[in-house]
């Protein structure tokens, strides 16, 4: 049974940092795209940030410069690094795992609250 299952939401003041992980079981990570998506509530689903299997990172332009995606092919683990956070990063945030125009992954997600 394959799972991913995300950790580190937090609430957090605008302007902080959290990092998200991502551990998957019965896949092996190494050869998916990885991917963090985030929904804010009433809005659809967006993707966030992306790592190809050959560690090629892309960003959507209000993430980029403050979130870091990564990877750890031996340890299983995908994460993002949040920095600069704004409440307008407020939301529940999903782990994606592709290969190819195959099979896919979701997790189950993390609330991630950015308040004062």
């Known amino acids: 049974q394959v799972q991913l299952v995300e950790s580190g939401g937090d609430l957090v003041q605008p302007g902080g940092s959290l990092r998200l992980s991502c551990a998957a079981s019965?896949?092996?990570?190494?050869?998916?795209?990885m991917s963090w998506y985030r929904q804010a509530p009433g809005k659809q689903r967006d993707l966030v940030a992306a790592?190809?299997?050959?560690?090629?990172?892309t960003y959507t332009d209000d993430v980029q410069g403050r979130f870091t995606i990564s990877r750890d092919n031996a340890a299983n683990t995908v994460s993002l690094q949040m920095n600069s956070l704004k409440p307008e990063d407020t939301a529940v945030y999903y782990c994606?795992?592709?290969w190819g125009s195959g099979p896919e992954f979701w997790g189950q997600g993390t609330q991630v609250t950015v308040s004062s």
């Open positions: 994606h795992a592709r």
């Open positions: 019965g896949i092996h990570l190494m050869v998916y795209t």
């Open positions: 790592i190809s299997s050959k560690f090629i990172t």
